[in-house]
């Protein structure tokens, strides 16, 4: 016998839904659980091997503004695998949305777990290289959704800089920059 989900109790709902989930175990103890679901997710990093470039955005998060009064979080574009849409699918269609960027093939870095602790989401992690004239568009975001996302275009050295400051708090970012360095470390000179 494997631990199961005895009862699942919906206990919000919008762009989140939370719940407490009742597990029982082999031996028969039964405890409760928080549960975060609002579905799974991909990021990219697009970086520019050329003039040793990086894109990301720059937004507003409201737990990082409420734990520790960050204002911006400086992150790897990201977004919600909708509809048909696989993880490849909605990498290619946030670069283009955030960062105004049309990319082409991706490197699968990982697909893992955000916060197993509490979350459901899995989110798959992407390289990909860009040029210049690769930036068809502003970015910045979909004009009805509410977000204020910058477009920040760093130096690959800068970035490495950025994370040994402890200037990312976002994991995502943080292991998409790591892998960059592992794979490419030559970029990083």
Request: glycine share 8%; hydrophobic share 45%; with cysteine.
């Amino acid at each position: 016998m494997k631990p199961s989900v005895v009862k699942l109790e919906q206990t919000h709902q919008r762009w989140a839904t939370m719940s407490i989930a009742t597990i029982r175990m082999p031996d028969g103890r039964a405890f409760l659980r928080d549960v975060e679901d609002h579905g799974c997710a991909a990021a990219v990093l697009p970086y520019d091997p050329l003039r040793k470039t990086a894109l990301l955005v720059e937004q507003l998060r409201a737990a990082a503004l409420i734990a520790v009064g960050a204002t911006h979080s400086l992150e790897a574009i990201a977004g919600l695998v909708e509809g048909e849409d696989d993880a490849a699918a909605t990498a290619k269609r946030e670069a283009l949305e955030e960062g105004g960027l049309r990319l082409g093939a991706l490197e699968h870095v990982a697909t893992a777990w955000s916060m197993p602790g509490v979350s459901t989401e899995r989110m798959t992690l992407y390289l990909a290289e860009y040029r210049a004239e690769d930036r068809v568009g502003d970015g910045g975001g979909v004009a009805h959704e509410d977000e204020e996302v910058r477009v920040v275009e760093l130096g690959l050295k800068e970035l490495a800089a950025l994370m040994a400051a402890d200037g990312f708090v976002d994991m995502k970012t943080l292991a998409l920059v790591q892998a960059l360095r592992l794979r490419r470390p030559e970029l990083f000179d």
